[in-house]
């Protein structure tokens, strides 16, 4: 089925995370199975890195909207 991305902006200061919530980032397609969807970084961030909020310093490549809805995916700008 189709898929809707509904991205903003995430403003983190330098040295400080954010959090990717489901107002900075939601997929849709139709189904109840969030966790069956899955955002996979192919271009890492610039200026920092995306990681797991239990997993400090640890960068990952993938994530699923479950994920985001449960906030366990942060932005850290370095």
Do not use: W
């Amino acid at each position: 089925g189709d898929i809707a991305v509904f991205i903003k902006p995430l403003r983190v200061p330098k040295g400080d995370r954010g959090y990717i919530t489901t107002n900075v980032l939601l997929a849709l397609d139709g189904s109840d199975k969030p966790e069956e969807l899955l955002y996979v970084i192919t271009s890492p961030p610039q200026y920092g890195r995306i990681e797991y909020v239990s997993y400090p310093g640890i960068p990952i490549t993938s994530f699923s909207q479950m994920d985001v809805a449960r906030q366990i995916v942060c932005y850290v700008h370095n």
